[in-house]
């Protein structure tokens, strides 16, 4: 229910943090902050400042009572909502002051004042789905059921993904002994929310009345699972409300948000801690990851670049923006990452990879080889080098340099089949060894059956003149990729010599 009352604000939350001057625009954006990030006393601070330089700040008004509303002062949050109503200039935000009263009222168990200031907010705003939503909640709580439906199948007609009013109506039609209904509307509720606990809940208790004890069973469990996650995360609110400065334990929160999976709300205790400490690198490197996980490659730009900043040795952080602007094909940004971390450490294997593999997409392939050559004189057991040696000296026809390396592979693992894939090509290439490159595609063939490594024994046989196995196992790796066109010319190349050794 917490994103429900936080719904009339969160169209005025700007997605950057600033640590700006002190203009009114920038006490206002802080104070959004401070409440998208559950820091109510906070945000009271920055929105009384506002308003004791500027008491006709009709927004700075609704938002101070939307601070004290959240922050549990209601009395308080009361009284700053019924002033904005009372302010002419303020009509365009009467809609969404007399909703939050109405949340208040329904906390308070005021729910005669409640239906009628929710009547006041449907009548000023119609289209908006959360005042329907709230008068539907009213109604369930004064037994008005029948009602109640109807007002949440209103709001699901304005916002077809509002996901707690498919939770009502699921609520209500089990009530009724509806259970068909009912399993539908949890079922599209979880599709819409699948964190909410009470929807596998209740799915659970209907099948129990159907019968059903391995769906009793199945949603129970995912129940227990979703429960000890909420259980764990009031534990740990509980302990951020009697430790408000110990970061940490919101460092922990955040963690456990971010392992169950639910990436907004860890990014929210990221948001909060760095708003309570702008220079805690950490809190930036795990609001990046957190940003990552989501797609959000912009936002995580910024977070990385801010741990660079503030974390002189930090390696981590060149490496994940070298990762983001790779993955966009913005090479030439992301080399001087890679440089960097190679300055940092010099010992660390993994930016010699990033930087290799950039030079291989830009073409650069002399200094790919540089690259693999650095790597390999670090970690003489880095397989993945001698094999990307290996392709790439056969690139520039340097055979006996890509034999050795794929040699080196093959000291490295003995069970490598890409190693001996590639020197069985080779030796049918250059067609020497006949019977060695035979050896050495079977055991790549052994190792795994791919169709890769079936296409490449298939090809040794043919070079051998072996026409009969070559098709046999050709064929064998059409089976497992049959839209592959090369293998398809591979078979036509081997089909047109034996006709015409007919």
């Known amino acids: ?24 625009e920038n006490h206002q954006q802080r104070g959004l902050h401070y409440i998208r990030a559950g820091l109510y006393n906070q945000a009271q601070q920055e929105f009384q400042r506002i308003l004791s330089a500027n008491p006709d700040d ?6 101070l009572g939307k601070a004290y509303q959240l922050g549990n002062m209601l009395d308080r949050a009361i009284n700053i909502y019924h002033q904005v109503l009372q302010r002419e200039t303020a009509k365009s935000l009467h809609g ?14 005021d729910f005669k004042s409640a239906e009628a200031s929710v009547q006041q907010a449907i009548r000023l705003n119609p289209q908006m789905a959360q005042t329907h939503y709230q008068l539907g909640n009213v109604y369930v709580h004064r037994n008005r059921l029948d009602l109640a439906k109807i007002k949440f199948s209103e709001s699901i007609k304005l916002d077809p993904d509002f996901a707690e009013a498919y939770q009502w109506l699921g609520r209500i039609a089990l009530m009724q002994n ?35 004890s391995i769906h009793v069973t199945k949603y129970l469990e995912k129940f227990k699972k979703i429960k000890s996650y909420q259980d764990e995360v009031y534990r740990y609110k509980k302990s951020v409300d009697e430790n408000p400065a110990d970061l940490f334990i919101r460092m922990d929160l955040a963690s456990i948000h971010f392992d169950n999976n639910n990436i907004n709300e860890a990014l929210n205790v990221y948001r909060s801690i760095i708003l309570l400490d702008p220079t805690m690198a950490s809190a930036y490197d795990k609001l990046g990851k957190a940003y990552m996980e989501q ?13 660079v900043e503030l974390d002189q040795n930090a390696v981590e952080p060149y490496l994940r923006l070298a990762w983001i602007y790779s993955n966009r094909r913005m090479f030439d940004q992301a080399e001087p990452y ?31 080889i ?12 880095d ?26 592979a093959l000291k490295t693992n003995s069970n490598c089949d890409q190693a001996y894939q590639g020197i069985a090509r080779i030796y049918a290439n250059q067609e020497v060894y006949p019977d060695l490159a035979e050896t050495f595609a079977a055991k790549a063939v052994k190792i795994d059956p791919s169709a890769s490594n079936l296409s490449t024994f298939s090809y040794v046989y043919f070079k051998n003149g072996k026409y009969g196995k070559a098709k046999e196992l050709i064929l064998r790796a059409i089976d497992i990729e049959p839209k592959n066109q090369a293998y398809q010319t591979q078979l036509q190349d081997i089909q047109n010599v034996r006709q015409n050794e007919q």
Not at 14 to 21: D, E, Q, R, T, Y
Not at 373 to 379: G, S, W
């Open 58 to 63: 009709i927004e700075s008004y609704y938002q």
């Open 96 to 109: 969404l002051t007399y909703l939050s009263l109405t949340e208040i009222y329904v906390k308070q168990g």
């Open 178 to 212: 509806q259970l068909e209904e009912s399993t539908g509307y949890y079922m599209k509720a979880i599709a819409l929310n699948p964190d909410d606990a009470s929807s596998y809940y209740n799915l659970a208790k209907i099948h129990r009345l159907k019968g059903d």
């Open 383 to 408: 397989l993945d080098a001698w094999l990307e040696l290996g392709n790439l000296q056969i690139h520039f026809k340097k055979i006996n340099a890509a034999i050795y390396a794929f040699q080196q």
């Open 338 to 368: 890679l440089q960097a971390a190679i300055q940092k450490s010099p010992d660390l294997t993994l930016p010699y990879h990033g930087l290799a593999e950039i030079y291989v997409q830009q073409g650069k392939l002399e200094k790919a």
């Open 370 to 381: 540089e690259t693999y050559h650095q790597l390999t004189k670090i970690d003489q057991d």
């Open 295 to 307: 797609g959000g490659f912009q936002e995580a730009i910024d977070a990385f670049e801010k741990v």
């Open 1 to 24: 229910m917490k994103r429900k009352l936080l719904f009339t604000c969160t169209l005025l939350i700007f997605a950057s943090i600033l640590f700006g001057s002190s203009s009114p």
